[in-house]
């Protein structure tokens, strides 16, 4: 069985560039939540979607938006870089939302 | 405020010895107690998770204790190991879907020989 898969692992970017992350959920999975994890700290609540409707939002300012399409993937988009947006990204998959979560790999996320 | 917080920061102890480590929380309304074990650069992995009613839960070497009254947990590690290596992190869900994961900033164990 194929666990939660991110794309891609590692990404450079640019100041006030624009970056689209995505996130597969385990198979049967309808809850797809993004987190931020800023080295050396725990990761941070930044959307949650279940059923393609956004059920949570973290304190993340408005250039962070996300969706989920009806195959329960997932999107995660940063609009206009900055350098502290460099962060591991985890994208986290359950049944509903609210029991286990299972996380994929991240994805590295460098602003330069 | 919901937040999580973890003690100690850092952790460093010889393989075959026992450690304790500590979570509290202020987090409501709340939903359930996870601990997860993180390896560096990598998408942490679930140890154990606990509801309201439940006062402790194992998962082989991992003893996870709750005390939702005075809203502490606890992850005991018996007989560690190298492997044991990691960042531990605890984390409660709150929110009105018990979604919304706040995660403690976690305890870097080391395990050396």
């Known amino acids: 069985d194929a666990g939660v898969t991110q794309s891609p692992t590692h990404l450079i970017k640019t100041r006030g560039q624009q970056v689209t992350l995505r996130c597969s959920p385990i198979s049967g999975h309808k809850s797809v939540s993004w987190y931020q994890q800023v080295l050396g700290q725990g990761p941070q609540f930044i959307f949650q979607?279940?059923?393609?409707?956004?059920?949570g939002r973290g304190n993340f300012p408005d250039r962070f938006s996300a969706r989920q399409f009806p195959n329960y993937s997932s999107e995660l988009n940063v609009n206009a870089l900055l350098l502290g947006d460099s962060a591991l990204y985890l994208c986290?998959?359950?049944?509903?939302?609210?029991?286990?979560?299972?996380f994929g790999q991240g994805t590295r996320l460098t602003v330069v | 405020k919901n937040q999580v917080e973890q003690s100690p920061q850092s952790l460093i102890i010889l393989e075959g010895k026992n450690c304790t480590l500590q979570?509290?929380?202020?987090?409501?309304?709340?939903?359930?107690l996870r601990w997860y074990k993180q390896d560096t650069g990598r998408g942490p992995v679930s140890l154990t998770i606990m509801t309201f009613s439940e006062n402790t839960k194992s998962n082989g070497r991992y003893t996870a204790t709750l005390d939702a009254d005075t809203k502490q947990s606890s992850l005991h590690i018996t007989a560690s190991q190298l492997s044991d290596s990691a960042s531990y992190i605890c984390v409660v869900s709150a929110g009105e879907y018990g979604n919304k994961l706040v995660f403690g900033a976690g305890t870097i164990l080391r395990v050396k020989s």
């Open positions: 979570c509290n929380y202020t987090v409501s309304p709340f939903s359930n």
């Open positions: 986290a998959s359950s049944l509903t939302g609210r029991y286990e979560a299972f």
């Open positions: 979607y279940y059923e393609k409707e956004e059920r």
